[in-house]
Every structure is written in structure tokens, then in C-alpha cells.
């Protein structure tokens, strides 16, 4: 199975809040499109299971939230890589898109 998604012309940007778009869903992984305008955060969260998360900065500035408080500043072509269970959350300093994978799937 080949599938294209083409995640610039299928999601946008809100004012409001950040915008999500689930790009892909299967037993194996899941991958989701945040777009963040300046200032939008998805604020530091974690999952009470086992399994791993990337975070691809695919436009824009910002950081990688972390436990303890960490920053960690990402730009386009960045990858945070983690447990799941890690605290882990997203601050745009411009706007933002990054492209999420979850395996498994939650």
C-alpha cells in the first residue's frame, strides 16, 4: 500500500489553537500533523504506556519540552526521539509544523 498525504494543503493554521490532522493510523504506528502559530504550545504531558515518540520539525522555530523543565531548541529538520512515557511537550516561537510518530499506536 503506497499512500500520499500532503500535509502543507491539508492542514492549516488557527489563531485559536493548534490544528491536528492524524496523517496515517495502523496496528504499528500512528502519525500526526501539529501546526502551532507563534506563541501555541502543546504543553508537557506524558503516556502511561510503553512504546516511542519522534517529533520532526518539518517548518518553523521553537522547543522541545521536557520534564524538569527542559528546552530544548528545534528547528526544521530536528527530531526529538523518545519513550512515550517521557514527559515531552511542543512551544512554537514561530509558526510551527511538526510531524509526530507513535509506535505502537495510542
Known sequence: MLKKVAVFEENDFSEKHFKRLIV?????FKIINFNFKAGQELPIHS????????IAILEGKGEFLGKDNARIPASIGDVLISDISEPHGIYAETDLRVLVTIAPPI
Open 47 to 54: 503516556h502511561d504506556i510503553e512504546g516511542q515518540l519522534s
Open 24 to 28: 496515517h493510523e495502523s496496528p504499528y
